[in-house]
C-alpha cells in the first residue's frame, strides 16, 4: 500500500511525525508532501497568483511553498506523477475539526482534494484542552489509537468523492471510550470571539479567537462524542446539492 502523508500545520510539525508513526503499521511505501509552513485555516485554497516550489527534505519527503490543496495538487501531479497513492492520510492536526469548522480546515481540505482525484482520504485531527500550549499539545490518544481507526476504514468499499473526518479527544488514551461514527454537527456561532489589540503605534489589530462557543445539545454529533471521551468518526461527500430545495427552485422558474 502506497500512503501520502500530508496537513496543514507545516511539514516540521510534531502531529506530521506521529502520522508518519500510524502510516507505517501499514505500510513502508511512504511519501510526505506537505506545506512548507503552517496554513491552518487555510481551507480548499488554491494558489494562483504566485509560483509554487518543491523541496526534497529526503527520501519521498518534499514541503510545498503552498497551502495544503496545493501540496496534494503537487504531490499527485508532479512528485507521484507516476507512483498515485492508494491512500491520502492528512494530520494529525493540532486542534479539532469538527462541525461547521471543517470548511475552514485544511487538513479536512487536503483530504478532499484527494477524493477529488479519486483516492480514498482520511483527516485526522487531535483535540486538545486549552488554549496557548503551542507545540505542547498531546497527541497521545491520536498515537495510541490511530491505528485503530485506521484499520477498519482501510477494509471498508471506497466510495468516490467521499472523505473521513476523524477527531481524537482531549484525554488520556487508555481513558478514550471507544470510537463512535457519528454525523457532522454545527456550532453556535453567535458565541465566538474576536480579539482586539493595539500594536505599539497604536494602530487596532483583530485576533479571531479560539474560545469554545456552544453547540448543539444532542449527543450524536462529532462535537458531541468527543466531549463525551469518545473519538469520533465522521464521513463527508464532496457533493454540496441541497436535494431538497431542487425542486422547489426548479418550480419557482418554472
Known amino acids: 500500500m502506497r500512503i501520502l502523508l500530508t496537513n496543514d500545520d507545516g511539514v516540521n510539525a510534531p502531529g506530521l511525525k506521529v502520522l508518519e508513526k500510524i502510516a507505517r503499521e501499514f505500510s513502508d511505501d511512504i511519501w510526505i508532501v506537505a506545506p512548507a509552513e503552517e496554513n491552518s485555516g487555510a481551507g ?12 526534497q527534505h529526503g527520501h519521498q519527503h518534499f514541503s510545498v511553498t503552498g497551502t495544503p490543496t496545493d501540496s496534494v495538487m503537487m504531490a499527485l501531479g508532479v512528485v507521484m506523477k507516476d507512483a498515485k497513492p492508494d491512500v ?31 483516492v480514498r482520504a482520511i483527516a485526522m485531527s487531535q483535540v486538545y484542552g486549552k488554549e496557548g ?47 463512535h461514527v457519528v454525523r457532522q454537527g454545527f456550532h453556535d456561532y453567535s458565541r465566538g470571539s474576536i480579539v482586539k489589540g493595539t500594536d505599539p503605534r497604536g494602530y487596532d489589530y483583530y485576533w479571531f479567537g ?28 464532496l457533493d454540496l446539492t441541497h436535494r431538497e430545495s431542487l425542486e422547489v427552485m426548479r418550480a419557482a422558474y418554472s
Request: hydrophobic fraction near 45%; charge should be negative; glycine fraction near 10%.
Open 44 to 55: 480548499h485554497s488554491l494558489t494562483l497568483t504566485r509560483p509554487v516550489r518543491i523541496r
Open 88 to 118: 491520502i492520510l492528512s494530520g494529525v492536526n493540532r486542534g479539532a475539526n469538527l462541525g461547521d469548522d471543517i470548511t475552514y480546515s485544511g487538513t479536512v481540505s487536503a483530504a478532499m482534494e484527494g477524493a477529488l482525484a479519486g
Open 133 to 179: 500550549m503551542g507545540d505542547a499539545v498531546p497527541f497521545s490518544a491520536a498515537e495510541a489509537w490511530g491505528a485503530k481507526v485506521l484499520a477498519p476504514l482501510l477494509e471498508t468499499p471506497f466510495v468516490p468523492r467521499t472523505l473521513t473526518n476523524i477527531n481524537f479527544p482531549a484525554i488520556a488514551p487508555d481513558a478514550v471510550k471507544g470510537i
Open 210 to 237: 479560539l474560545h469554545g462557543v456552544e453547540h448543539t445539545s444532542g449527543h450524536d454529533t462529532d462535537l458531541e462524542v468527543v466531549d463525551d471521551g469518545f473519538i469520533s468518526v465522521t464521513p463527508l461527500q
